[in-house]
Structure formats: C-alpha cells, structure tokens
C-alpha cells in the first residue's frame, strides 16, 4: 500500500484520462524536466530541448 506521499512523489496527476498533459506552450521546460524526472524517462545529465522532454512525456502517459 502506498502512502499518499509516496503517491504524490512517485506519479502525475492527470487533469483529464484522454487529455493526460496540457500543452506544451503552458509548461517551463524545468516543469517537464521534473515531470519527466519523476515518472523516470529523463535523466538530468541529459540536454534536451522543450519538445523533446515533452514528447517523451506525451508517449509515456499515452503507453500506461
């Protein structure tokens, strides 16, 4: 059982099941750098572009 900081560390919070990410103009890419850190596609040694992280966060809520 987790606890609800565990949940709250550990997961997104989707706003909407079939819109799970706003879009990517409404985010600051340190935003998506820690939504992707989180959810663990992204490494902080890693430069990418806003896109990019916000790409790999689109494909990874769309895949759960």
């Given at each position: 059982v987790l606890t609800t900081e565990q949940i709250h560390n550990e997961y997104l919070e989707y706003v909407a099941y079939d819109k799970p990410v706003r879009g990517m103009s409404s985010y600051k890419v340190a935003e998506l750098e820690a939504m992707a850190t989180k959810i663990g596609i992204y490494n902080t040694s890693?430069?990418?572009?806003?896109?990019?992280?916000?790409?790999?966060?689109?494909?990874?809520?769309?895949?759960?």
């Open positions: 890693e430069k990418l572009k806003k896109i990019d992280v916000y790409h790999r966060i689109c494909v990874h809520c769309s895949t759960d």
